[in-house]
């Protein structure tokens, strides 16, 4: 920081030259890709990468901005690449602002805030084209990316970390929950060891109209908002009953109301302690999805799920084991613990440092 701050001041002591987003990159529209071959070029969209083509559009150092959808999605691309019409590709004028630099900074512009529809999304080139952008010294610009890449790289180890934990974690599970069909457990119906319940119905009316502290589970893992209400007080294991997660299993600790979209899966603890049903329910996803439809709206009827068979073996084996699955779990998913609190932190880190390097003294039209 304090090499940036220095050469600031030699280079540029008044300030940075703010300049229209059009005079430093031209925007290029999105073009559909299903014409073309499959090959090594990557499609982007504002969600991301699609699909591969033999073509590209453009080659070179890049930014994509989002055009329509998700609005927050920027991309940085050295090399072939082809964009669809929800997202713009740029050709940029190096000789005044650098690729990474430009990226950066549109990173940390929060394109999201400039939408333009009241439906989906939507960005229009004459609206990003009036965007302000710094152009400090090039030799700045390379100090500050410099910087901002040992912050992205770490990220991206860290991230590569969790992922080999997460794999690591998932055959530790798959052993552990493993049990042959004819010894090492009894194979029971879930109907035998636990009872299923529905939720109540609840809309985005009632949520906007009654706030309050107790979480909505639904038919996502995230809760639909806050309400008022509770009306369960010691149930945490959920299922999706319906929609795109369906069949997706919840965790949810003390209060919460439980929307009619998400069953109440309630073990009897003289058979089955509920951290252990829970990891076995998520090892046995692919078997709740089995019982799950899929024309029109996806949807598990509850009589079906309380077929589900799992594998019953001593409580003292059950608690052994969901220990051992809640300590990984916590190394991998748990964002108060483990790499994923790492990585947030860093991430913070990384999100202080960037706003803090991107954010000049504007040059006054006097001092130019």
Known sequence: MNRIEQMIQELCPNGIQFVPLAEIATIKNGRDYKHLEEGPVPVYGSGGILAHVNEPAYVGETVLLPRKGSLSSVFYVDGPVWTVDTCYYTVIDESTILPKFFYYYMVMSRLERLNTAGGVPSLTQRVLNKLLVPVPPLEV????????????????????????????????????????????????????????????????????????????????????????????????IGVASRGAGVGQITWTEGRFFRGNLNYGVIPNPDLISPRFLFHLMNYLQPAIHKLCTFQGIPALNRSKLMLLRIPLIAKEEQVKISNLLDKFDALVNDLSSGLPAEIEARRKQYEYYRDKLLTFKELQPEAA
């Not at 794999?167 to 879930?190: C, I």
């Not at 035998?192 to 107790?214: C, L, Q």
């Not at 038919?219 to 309400?227: K, M, N, Q, Y």
């Open 141 to 236: 610009q390379r100090e500050i990316v410099k910087i901002l890449d040992l912050f992205t790289e770490l990220e991206a180890e860290l991230e590569a970390e969790l992922e080999a934990r997460r794999k690591q974690y998932e055959h530790y599970r798959d052993q552990l929950l493993t049990f042959p069909e004819n010894g090492g457990a009894t194979w029971v119906e879930l109907s035998e060891v636990a009872t299923v319940r529905v939720g109540a119905a609840i809309n985005k009316r009632f949520i906007a109209d009654n706030p309050g502290p107790f979480p909505v589970i639904n038919s996502g893992r995230e809760p639909l908002g806050f309400v008022s209400e509770f009306n369960v007080e010691d149930g945490p």
